[in-house]
C-alpha cells in the first residue's frame, strides 16, 4: 500500500518555517523550530529548497539503525514511529535517514521524527501552512526542478 | 520449511521480521548462548552509565518470540553444525534440524594472553553479564578502573564507568579509534575525553596485570609503569566467532564469505552481522563491518532469501556514532586514506577549534569514500547515502561541507529522478569557466570583449 507523505510544494513555499514551530507547539509545547521534526530549508533569494521531512519509507534506514529498537515500522498505517520513552539519544537514526529527517533534542538527548499527528486527522505543520504549500498526499509529486541549472563540463 | 537461527542479536531479530513476512507457516528457531531475552548489545553501556534500568535494555518487546512463532533455545551454546545431515548439535548434545540455517554468532574480543588475565576484575565489555559483572565490581572494591584499547567499545566502557563515578584510565597504543577516525579527529575526541574527565595514557602497551588475593590489583605497562586500578576493562578489536563453522567445508576469509544473497559455501546456510564478511562498498573488496545497522539489514536481507524471495544485499558501509558530552561524533567509510593501501585519495575538511569541529570528505576518482563529522552532523546522513549509492559527486565537491544551494540542488535533483525511477548520468566534474581565461585568446573575442579590453588598466594581468 503506497504511503500518504506530507511534503512541501516548493513553488508555493515561503521559507517561514511555520510549520516547524507548530510542530515543535503541538509536540513539546515550546514554540521551538529546532524541535519540529519537519524543516524545509527554502532559501528564495539563492533559490534553493532542501525538505528535511519523514517520507515514512518502505525500507527505513532509520529502523535498521536504532539500536533499542524504538523505531519501529507499524504494518497497519504504514507510519515509521518512534518512541520517545526509550530512545537514548545515540543519534544512529540522525546518522542513518538520507533525507536529514529525523532531528537531534540534545537537552533531553532524545530523536525527534514525524509521526504525521497520528492523532489528529490532518498533521499540524499542513493546516497552519499559509501559503497551502505542504499537503498530505499519496505520493511526494515534485515538479520540474527550476532552480538547480545545469553544470556545464569544461571542454 | 524449518529455519534454525544461531545467535539472538540484531541480526536474528532482522532475519525473524523477514521471514515472518514471506513465510507464517515454517518453524523459526532461534539459539541463543545468552539466557535472556533479545536485548540490545549498545545499551549496555548505557546501563553501566546509569541511564537507563535493565527493564529498558530489551530490544524488542517481551512478546517477541510469541508474536513471530520463534521457538526460542536460550542458555545453550550450539557447538557443532553437521552440514550434510542438517542439524545443529547445543552443548546439551542435543540435535535440531534445519533446512535453512542462520549463522550469526556475532564477534568477540580477543583477550591478549598475558599474565594475570584470568584474574577477578579482568573482563571484557560486550555482553549484558560483562555489564552486571562490572557494575557489581565497582559497586564493592575499587573506584579506579583502566580499560584497554581505544577503540568503539573501550571509549564507551571508558564513557560509562566515568558517568558512573569512577576514575578512567584509557591505555591506548597508538590513537584513540585509530581504525575509524584520522589523526586530527583522534586528537580532537582525545581532548574531549580529557575535559570528560578520563586520563588518556598514549603510547604503551599493557605488560601485566597484577593481582592480589586473585583480585586485579593493578597492571604494569610496557615501560614498567605501574596502574593501581580495580577494573580492567579490555577491549582490544573484536573477531568473528568462528569456531563453529570452522573445518565444516564453508568457506572463511576474515569472515564468512557470503555472496550478495548472503549464501555461504552451501547455499541453504547464511551468515549475517559480524561474523560474515559483505562487501564493503566504498572499498570495493570483501570486508567485515561489525556495526549494529548492518548487522539488522544483513538479517533482513537473508531473512528473506531464507524463506525464498530474491533480495539481494548491496553491501555494507563502516558507520560509528558516539556522543562524547554533547558533541556527536560520527565516522562513515574510510576516513584515513592514509592507513589505506591505495593511493590517490582526495580530502576535503573544515574545523573550528572554538566550537570542536572538524568536518572532513574523503573522495576518489569523483566518488564520496568515507566522511568524518564531529561536532556539527551537518547532513551526514545524505551523506552516507552518496557514499552508499558511490554517485559521481565531481560536481558539488566544494558543496558538501559548505552546504550551499549546489548541494540542496544536487540532492533535490537525485531525489527527484529516483522517485520518477530514472538514473542521472551525472559530468565526472565541473569546473568553473572562466570568463577571464578566454581574454589569451584573441581571435575569439567579441566586439564588446575587444571594446572592455581596450579600456580595462594596463599592465594588469588577467
Redesign the interface.
Known amino acids: 500500500m503506497p504511503q500518504k507523505q506530507i511534503y512541501a510544494r516548493p513553488a508555493l513555499c515561503t521559507g517561514c518555517r511555520i510549520c516547524a514551530n507548530a510542530c515543535s507547539v503541538y509536540h513539546h509545547g515550546v514554540a521551538n523550530p529546532r524541535l519540529g521534526a519537519i524543516n524545509i530549508r527554502q532559501n528564495l533569494f539563492e533559490r534553493y529548497e532542501f525538505q528535511e521531512l519523514c517520507r515514512h519509507c518502505e525500507n527505513p534506514p532509520c529502523v535498521n539503525a536504532c539500536m533499542v529498537g524504538c523505531i519501529t515500522k507499524d504494518d497497519k498505517t504504514g507510519l515509521v514511529l518512534h518512541d520517545r520513552k526509550r530512545c537514548v539519544g545515540c543519534w544512529m537514526c540522525v546518522m542513518a535517514c538520507p533525507y536529514g529527517a529525523v532531528k537531534r533534542d540534545v537537552l533531553n538527548k532524545v530523536a525527534i521524527k514525524c509521526d504525521q499527528c497520528r492523532d489528529r486527522d490532518r498533521p499540524v505543520c499542513v493546516e497552519v501552512c499559509p501559503t497551502g504549500a505542504l499537503v498530505l498526499d499519496l505520493r511526494e509529486d515534485v515538479p520540474q526542478e527550476p532552480f538547480f541549472t545545469e553544470p556545464t563540463i569544461a571542454d | 520449511m524449518r529455519y534454525v537461527i544461531i545467535g539472538n542479536s540484531?541480526a536474528a531479530?532482522?532475519a525473524v521480521e523477514s521471514i515472518r513476512k514471506v513465510d507464517q507457516a515454517g518453524q523459526v528457531v532461534i539459539i541463543g548462548d545468552e539466557p535472556y531475552h533479545v536485548y540490545?548489545?549498545?545499551?549496555i553501556a548505557?546501563f553501566l552509565a546509569g541511564?537507563?534500568g535493565d527493564d529498558?535494555l530489551?530490544?524488542?518487546s517481551a512478546d517477541f518470540y510469541e508474536r513471530m512463532q520463534v521457538q526460542a533455545v536460550l542458555g545453550y551454546k550450539a557447538t557443532r553444525i553437521d552440514l550434510t545431515g542438517q542439524q545443529v548439535y547445543l552443548a546439551n548434545e542435543k540435535a535440531i534440524d534445519f533446512d535453512r540455517l542462520l549463522i550469526c554468532t556475532g564477534s568477540c574480543v580477543t583477550k591478549p594472553n598475558i599474565k594475570g588475565i584470568d584474574l577477578r576484575g579482568v573482563t571484557t565489555f560486550q555482553k549484558l553479564t560483562d555489564a552486571y559483572y562490572i557494575k557489581n565490581q565497582s559497586r564493592s572494591k575499587s573506584r579506579r578502573a583502566v580499560v584497554v584499547g581505544g577503540g568503539f567499545i573501550g571509549l564507551r566502557a571508558a564513557q560509562s564507568l566515568r558517568e558512573a563515578g569512577i576514575d578512567v584510565a584509557l591505555l591506548v597504543r597508538s590513537r584513540v579509534m585509530r581504525r575509524v577516525l584520522d589523526a586530527a579527529g583522534s586528537a580532537l575526541v582525545e581532548s574531549l575525553l580529557q575535559a570528560e574527565g578520563i586520563e588518556i595514557i598514549k603510547g604503551r602497551a599493557l605488560q601485566e596485570i597484577q593481582g592480589q588475593n586473585g583480585q586485579v590489583a593493578g597492571i604494569i605497562l610496557d615501560d614498567g609503569r605501574v596502574e593501581a586500578c580495580g577494573i580492567v576493562v579490555v577491549a582490544t578489536g573484536v573477531a568473528p566467532n568462528l569456531d563453529l563453522v570452522t573445518n565444516t567445508g564453508v568457506q572463511i576469509d576474515k569472515g564468512i564469505l557470503v555472496n550478495q544473497y548472503l549464501q555461504t559455501t552451501y547455499s541453504n546456510v547464511f551468515a549475517a552481522g559480524d561474523v560474515a564478511q559483505t562487501y564493503d562498498i566504498p572499498r570495493g573488496i570483501g570486508f567485515i563491518n561489525a556495526n549494529?545497522?548492518n548487522a539488522?539489514?544483513q538479517g533482513?536481507v537473508a531473512g528473506f532469501n531464507m524463506a525464498g524471495a530474491r533480495v539481494p544485499y548491496h553491501g555494507s558501509i563502516g558507520?560509528n556514532?558516539i556522543?562524547i558530552g554533547?558533541v556527536?561524533v560520527?565516522a562513515?567509510g574510510i576516513t584515513d586514506p592514509a592507513s589505506e593501501q591505495q593511493a590517490g585519495y582526495e580530502q576535503k575538511t573544515r574545523t573550528n577549534k572554538q566550537q570542536n569541529i572538524y568536518q572532513k570528505l574523503v573522495f576518489k576518482d569523483n566518488r564520496l569514500k568515507g566522511a568524518i563529522f564531529i561536532g556539527d552532523?551537518g547532513?551526514?546522513?545524505?551523506v552516507?547515502?552518496l557514499i552508499r549509492e558511490q554517485t559521481l559527486v565531481g560536481?558539488i565537491k566544494d558543496s558538501i561541507l559548505s552546504e550551499?544551494?549546489?548541494l540542496?540542488?544536487?540532492?533535490?535533483?537525485k531525489?527527484?529522478a529516483q522517485?520518477e525511477g530514472r538514473s542521472i548520468q551525472w559530468?565526472?566534474?565541473?569546473?568553473t569557466?572562466n570568463p577571464y581565461r578566454k581574454s589569451f585568446n584573441e581571435a575569439s573575442w567579441t566586439e564588446r570583449e575587444r571594446d572592455e579590453r581596450k579600456w580595462s588598466p594596463q599592465g594588469v594581468t588577467q
Do not use: D
Open positions: 540484531a531479530v532482522g540490545s548489545r549498545p545499551l548505557h541511564e537507563v529498558r530489551a530490544y524488542r549494529w545497522p539488522h539489514e533482513g558507520m556514532v556522543s554533547a556527536p560520527v562513515l552532523l547532513l551526514c546522513g545524505a552516507k547515502e560536481i550551499n544551494y549546489q540542496y540542488g544536487f540532492l533535490r535533483k531525489r527527484q522517485l559530468p565526472e566534474t565541473y569546473v569557466q
